[in-house]
């Protein structure tokens, strides 16, 4: 990754809100139960992944994520299309799992989380793949809470600077430090491409 021209690209993708999704959370808004257990669906796999990397305990993942849509059901009228849908959903995960952590008294690893592979591979890709986790997750272990929280919105949730800026309730300035010194950190430990790893 080229510093200028990929953080350039990143700050200007900004995907089209998925009209579906906008259109169910105003059928929830207006009391319909089952256009809010669709968008609950549809929303569980990406909240699932993004609160993962804050907090690995699976108890609290499913806690924070069903806090989370709660607010979306019982505050949606807070939601005033300032922000795509998504960014407002994934700004109160992402404040939910600040206070999760913080009364977190231990941190425990999700050991399942640690051991998961792609399906079916080779002894020699599974190795590969064990070994290159297991390097990216040491490196980003090492990355302060904010820093990784930037880089899983950017590279997986494909968030733009402005969006993630929304999310953390930062100037965006912040995040592209936060970004720079993140990207740093990682090819200063990994060997490749960033994009290779992530």
């Not at 968030?159 to 930062?170: D, F, K, L, Q």
Request: hydrophobic fraction near 35%.
């Amino acid at each position: 990754m080229s510093g200028y021209r990929a953080d350039q690209k990143r700050e200007n993708f900004e995907p089209r809100e998925r009209d579906g999704d906008l259109l169910l959370f105003q059928r929830a808004r207006a009391g319909d139960g089952a256009a809010f257990e669709q968008l609950y669906r549809e929303y569980h796999p990406r909240l699932a992944r993004f609160l993962a990397r804050m907090l690995r305990r699976t108890q609290m993942i499913e806690e924070v994520l069903n806090d989370t849509m709660m607010v979306v059901w019982q505050r949606g009228d807070s939601f005033n299309g300032a922000s795509k849908l998504s960014t407002w959903i994934f700004g109160i995960a992402y404040r939910k799992a600040l206070n999760a952590r913080s009364r977190e008294d231990e941190p425990v690893q999700d050991s399942e989380w640690e051991s998961r592979v792609a399906p079916d591979p080779s002894p020699e890709e599974e190795s590969a793949q064990a070994r290159r986790q297991t390097l990216l997750r040491n490196a980003m272990a090492e990355l302060s809470p904010e820093h990784r929280t930037v880089l899983d919105l950017t590279f997986n949730h494909e968030m733009g600077y402005n969006e993630i800026a929304s999310i953390m309730r930062c100037p965006v300035g912040t995040v592209k430090t936060r970004a720079l010194h993140a990207r740093r950190h990682l090819k200063s430990r990994l060997t490749g491409e960033l994009a290779d790893w992530i």
